[in-house]
C-alpha cells in the first residue's frame, strides 16, 4: 500500500510558512504580500512533495469543484474529435477550470445524472443531447 498523497499542510512544515502563505502561493492570489523568496520556497516544497491540490476539499471553499464534465459518447473518435476536446481542454485550463472526460458509455438518464452528480461539476458539456433522455424501447 502506498503512502497518502502529500497535503497543503506537509507543504506548509516543509517550507517552514504559514497555511496561509501556501494557501495563497497555491491561489496565486493577487495581492498578497509574499516575497518572491517565500512564494518560491512555497512552490519548491510543493514540487518536491509532488502536492496537488484536492478538488473536492477545494469545493466549500469556492462553492464549486472547478470541474467540467464532458461524457464521452459511444462513438469512433478520429483527430477531429481528439483535437476538439484537447482544444476546450486548453481553453478551460486557461479560464481555470479542469476538464475530466467521464467515460461510464453505459449510463444514461437518471444513472449517469447521478453519477456525474456525485463529482459535483460546474458544468457537464455534451454534444449529444439524447444523453440524459429515457427513450421507450416499444
Known sequence: ????????????????????????????????????????????????????????????????????LVPLADIPYGPLAVGLMEELDRELSRLGYTMIQYGARHLKGMAAARAWAELRPVAVLTLWTHALVERDST
Do not use: C, F, W
Request: charged content about 25%; glycine content about 8%.
Open 1 to 68: 500500500m502506498s503512502a497518502k498523497p502529500p497535503t497543503s499542510l506537509d507543504v506548509t512544515r516543509e517550507a517552514g510558512v504559514s497555511q496561509a502563505t501556501v494557501s495563497y502561493v497555491l491561489n496565486n492570489r493577487e495581492g498578497a504580500r509574499i516575497s518572491d523568496e517565500t512564494r518560491a520556497r512555497a512552490q519548491e516544497a510543493v514540487d518536491r512533495l509532488g502536492y496537488v491540490p484536492h478538488a473536492g476539499a477545494r469545493t466549500p471553499r469556492t462553492g464549486h469543484s472547478g470541474l467540467v
